[in-house]
């Protein structure tokens, strides 16, 4: 705090986007302040499936999606539902989610999404290295798995994309193959890709904990703020709430699906929607994972967290109020049982949390419109984990007035 009472920089969100952010803010010599509000439920960056997957360059809006999604949209506990209660409210944003798909816009966050897992997968090794952080870090691969060759040979452009983009991968055609990276799949599983230089963190909590204690080791502060309103000022801008309002000389917003909130009280608007993620951990000892397996028919993955097991995933465009439907975990829950035989389903821990989505699949990483001192990283989707990084180095650079190392003009406040 300065002598007249503003602070330096003012993070608003402690989820894995905003605490990373004020690590590469304070390595800049920044004096930082988080503020988080304190809902009693356990954030996304802590509860879900622990993977950095730089491989997931495909936007989820890709030509031709819009012809699936109305089989999808009408399954309530299929990959991708919108309950009906929520239908009119989302429809907006599914046009632009419809736009997003056109060929030339897919192309477009294609290259902009690969880029940043590029950053973010070298900025995540230097985060690892600068915070002695490799025991919480697995690098154990993944498999991408298919049903049969028809599910198989439907997947070759995407394998084809990822070659162009110099993602090593190897595709595995026999069930023997597959099974010698992980054992005790079910036969129905007759191709795979594999991914060797996928990362996992051993437990998103205990990574989130190590960087935040990172940071407040290094003298940063965070306290607790329900932040409501953001008040741009010609000298600084205040931050809103219940409580004390907070003065800063500049604000980066990491809200995640509560920033667009928080943005709209100083006239910027962003359709960003909530994708509601569904998950069961398992007690130690569940199945014995020798890599994070993924089931893309289905939407979800199994992965390791600790010695437990994970099971998660598909997209339910929900917002934030409507009730959980935990129905979702539990089929997911049956269909990994189904397909890991061996899997033990016993005393799990269902858990449901909010992911911050635009329709095009990219964050937007970007000075606000409306005020110079306020800046914005949300709307990663499933991929706040991964891009966490290389998302704080990219909105550093742009607040310490330095070219980013990429062009971000995908990731722009102004593109919708």
Known sequence: MTANNVHDIVVVGAGIIGISTALA??????????LDRDNGLKKASEMNAGAFAFTDIVPLATPGIMR???????????????PPAYALQITPWMLRFWRASRMDRYLQSLNAQAALMRVSRQALERLIRETSAEHLVRREGQLQLYEGEREYRASLDTWAVRKRHDIP???LETRDAIASIQPGLDARFTHAGYTPDWLNTCDPARWLRHLTETFLTRGGQLELSDVKQVIPGDEYVSLTGPGEDTQARQVIVCAGAWSHHLAATIGDRFPLETER???????DGAFDLKTHLTFGGHGFVVTRINDGIRVGGAVELGGLTLPANFRRAEILLQKA???LPGLETEHGTQWMGFRPSMPDSLPVIDRS???K???????HGHLGLTQSAGTAQLITDLVQSRDPSIDVTAFSAHRF
Request: one cysteine or more.
């Open 169 to 171: 991968f190897e595709i």
């Open 337 to 339: 049982k189904s397909f």
């Open 369 to 371: 419109p409306s005020c």
């Open 25 to 34: 803010l304070q390595a800049n010599g920044r004096s930082v302040l988080v």
């Open 373 to 379: 001192r306020v800046f914005y990283a949300f709307g």
């Open 277 to 283: 993620g569904y998950n069961t951990t398992l007690a």
């Open 68 to 82: 699936k999604a109305p089989k999808w949209l009408l399954d309530p506990l299929g990959p991708l539902s919108v």
